[in-house]
Every structure is written in structure tokens, then in C-alpha cells.
């Protein structure tokens, strides 16, 4: 069983289009994230989570919203989508301890055309 | 803020040679240092991690990395490498916030013949 899932794990889209990704977690943990890795690699997170509070928004495009149904599951949406938004995006969960680590989905790559 | 430096962006050896890849951490509190590894198109997997207890941890396909202190530092070793260890790797810090991993900019390991 997959611990952290994402789909899709690809996406093309025109600018200007609104999409979302989702994520479930089946760990049992109460923290979940989303990170940004963009060309060069460097992962940046763009929000946590913890039992469904938004605990962390890293200064990130108000185009970007996440919404946690439960803990289980955090999806991302973006609207308006543009060139500079192509990334790959990666969903995490962990038990939000600081000495346990974080769980990682395959990843959504993300292309706008 | 906790912060961690990767020097070298890339890193050759040779089948059978020692591989080093070097972590440098910044930190306000004791920190949990985290050492991750990423094959092309898949999700960061944990490779060891440290959480206060021995300072050498080793981990998964015979990597291990040492806390040290005094040099902020947290190296990644392995004494043999193997053409399948080509990826790359990330170096975490956590523990000023239990809800936000920190990321370097990633070592990417090249495996020669």
C-alpha cells in the first residue's frame, strides 16, 4: 500500500487554467505538507498542516489554496496558472515531531503551456 | 531559521570508490537532521536520520553519517559505491519547528563505471 499518494502524477495545462492535485496519506499522521522542487531541484515548502489548521503558508501566490477535508488528505489548488508555476509538486505527511521524518508522495509534475 | 548547506551540486566517483557528500546545518536549538535520497522521477526517500542519540546513524544501503557538532556538520559516507546509488541526495534539518522541514539544494551523485 502506497503511504503518501498524489494524482495526478503528471499535469499539462494552458495559462490562465485553474487545476488541482490531491494527496492522501494513510500513515496515520497528523501533519501533512506540500513542497515546491523547481528546475534546479531546490525544495521549498509552500504549506503545512496540522489536523486540518494551516499552520505554515511560506509566502506563496494567493493562486495556490490548499484545503484538508481530514487529516488524511491535503489537495492543492491553483487558479490562474502561469509559466512560472511548472514545478514538480511534492505532498508529505509526518507525526509533526521534529525527530520523526516526512513521508514523501511520487510527485506531481506540473507543466503550463 | 535552520538552514542547511550542500557543497558540491555534483558529486563523479568510480564503482567501488568512497562517496562523500557533504551537509552543513544551521540551527538555533539541538537539531534532527535528516539525509534523503531521490531517483529521477520518483519522491524523496529517507535514507537515516539524527535524533540526538548516537551520533553515528547509519542507514539504508550501507550509507552512514556522523553528527558533529563542533563543525555544524553532517556528512553522508558510504566506503563502496554502486552504480545503482546514482541519484540525488538531500540533506533536512528540522527541530526549531516541528511543522517545517528545511531542504539543501540538493547533491547530485554520479556513478562511473
Known amino acids: 500500500d502506497t503511504a503518501v499518494s498524489q494524482t495526478p502524477k503528471y499535469l499539462v495545462t494552458q495559462m490562465g487554467n485553474d487545476k488541482s492535485i490531491k494527496c492522501e496519506q494513510n500513515l496515520g499522521h497528523d501533519t501533512m505538507y506540500w513542497y515546491k522542487q523547481d528546475s534546479k531541484k531546490f525544495l521549498k515548502i509552500m504549506f503545512s498542516?496540522?489536523?486540518?489548521?494551516?499552520?505554515i503558508n511560506e509566502t506563496v501566490p494567493n493562486r495556490f489554496s490548499p484545503k484538508s477535508p481530514d487529516k488524511a488528505h491535503l489537495n492543492l489548488h491553483i487558479n490562474s496558472l502561469e509559466l512560472g508555476d511548472s514545478a514538480v509538486y511534492f505532498c508529505a505527511s509526518s507525526r509533526g515531531q521534529g525527530n520523526t521524518e516526512a513521508f514523501f508522495g511520487q510527485g506531481t509534475r506540473l507543466t503550463v503551456v | 531559521a535552520q538552514s542547511v548547506t550542500q557543497l558540491g551540486s555534483h558529486v563523479s566517483v568510480s564503482e567501488g570508490a568512497l562517496v562523500l557528500l557533504r551537509c552543513n546545518y544551521s540551527s538555533s536549538v539541538p537539531p534532527y537532521l535528516f539525509w534523503y535520497v531521490q531517483y529521477p522521477n520518483q519522491g524523496l526517500q529517507l535514507l537515516l536520520k539524527y535524533t540526538s542519540a548516537a551520533t553515528l546513524v547509519k542507514g539504508i544501503n550501507g550509507f552512514e553519517a556522523e553528527f558533529k557538532k563542533s563543525e555544524t556538520s553532517f556528512h553522508l559516507t558510504k566506503p563502496s559505491a554502486h552504480m545503482s546509488d546514482a541519484a540525488e541526495y538531500f540533506c533536512a534539518v528540522s527541530g526549531e519547528d516541528f511543522n517545517k522541514f528545511y531542504f539543501g539544494s540538493g547533491t547530485k551523485l554520479n556513478v562511473k563505471p
Open positions: 498542516y496540522n489536523n486540518k489548521e494551516l499552520i
